[in-house]
C-alpha cells in the first residue's frame, strides 16, 4: 500500500464549474477525512466518513459542497458552481479505530489536490 | 466543537536556540492531541501523539510536548533546533473528528 492518494494534484477550473476531487485511502482504513488548506491556514475540516456512513457533514462550507463514500472505500469530494474563494488545497486523510480513546486515530495525509478557479 | 488555538504565527531561530510552540485547545471531554509538521512543498506528517498515560511525549526529530490538562494545553519543545526543523507546525485536537490550529511557522536561521 503506497498511502492515502489523491486525484487530480491540480486543477485548474472557470468560475461556474463543477469540479470532482477523488480521494483513495489506505485499504485498511475505515476513517477518511477531507479537509481544505488555504496559505498560511492550518487544514479546515469540512467532513468524515466512518466506513461509507458520514457522520459529519455540518462543516462543508456551503451546500455547493458534497462528499460520498459509497463502498467504504474511496471517496469523491464535488464542488458545484465554483468560484474565485474555493481556491485552496483539499486534502484526504484516512485512520483506522473507531472511538475517542483509539491509539489507532493517528491521521495520515494526502498529498492534497489543489484547485485554481480562474 | 472543539478548537485549536496556535498564539505564535511565525518564530524565526538561529540554530541550537531552544524552541517552544503554544497549543490550546477548547474541549471539556477526553481528546486525543497531535502535532503535526509540514515541511515546505511536503504534505503533512505526525509529529507526535497523546492519548492517556505520561503527559511528557516525545516524537521524531528530538520533539517532545506536554500535556498539561488543567491548562488545556499541549505545547510543543525542542532544546535545540536545527536548519531542517524549518517548516509548519500544527497542534490538532480529536475528539470525534480532527481539528487543527492555524500553524506556526518556524524559520531557522543556519
Known amino acids: 500500500d503506497t498511502g492515502v492518494s489523491q486525484d487530480p494534484r491540480h486543477k485548474i477550473t472557470k468560475r461556474g464549474q463543477n469540479v470532482t476531487f477523488r480521494c483513495d485511502p489506505i485499504s485498511e482504513h475505515n476513517r477518511l477525512y477531507w479537509y481544505r488548506q488555504t496559505l498560511g491556514q492550518g487544514p479546515e475540516f469540512l467532513t468524515y466518513f466512518q466506513n461509507e456512513a458520514q457522520l459529519e457533514k455540518s462543516r462543508l462550507l456551503s451546500d455547493r459542497f458534497s462528499a460520498e463514500r459509497p463502498k467504504g472505500s474511496f471517496s469523491t469530494l464535488e464542488i458545484q458552481r465554483t468560484e474565485q474563494g474555493d481556491s485552496a488545497m483539499y486534502l484526504c486523510a484516512s485512520s483506522s479505530g473507531t472511538g475517542v480513546i483509539s491509539g489507532a486515530n493517528v491521521l495520515t495525509f494526502g498529498a492534497g489536490s489543489r484547485l485554481t478557479v480562474l | 466543537a472543539q478548537s485549536v488555538s496556535q498564539h505564535n504565527h511565525h518564530v524565526i531561530l538561529s540554530e541550537a536556540a531552544s524552541l517552544e510552540l503554544g497549543c490550546n485547545y477548547s474541549?471539556?471531554?477526553?481528546?486525543?492531541l497531535f502535532w503535526y509538521v509540514q515541511y515546505p512543498g511536503q504534505h503533512l506528517q505526525l509529529l507526535l501523539k497523546y492519548f492517556s498515560g505520561d503527559p511528557l511525549v516525545k516524537g521524531i526529530k528530538g520533539f517532545e510536548a506536554e500535556f498539561i490538562k488543567s491548562k488545556f494545553s499541549f505545547n510543543l519543545r525542542k532544546p535545540s533546533v536545527q536548519w531542517s526543523d524549518t517548516a509548519e507546525y500544527f497542534c490538532a485536537v480529536n475528539a470525534g473528528d480532527m481539528r487543527f490550529g492555524a500553524g506556526t511557522r518556524l524559520t531557522v536561521k543556519p
Open positions: 474541549y471539556g471531554g477526553t481528546v486525543n
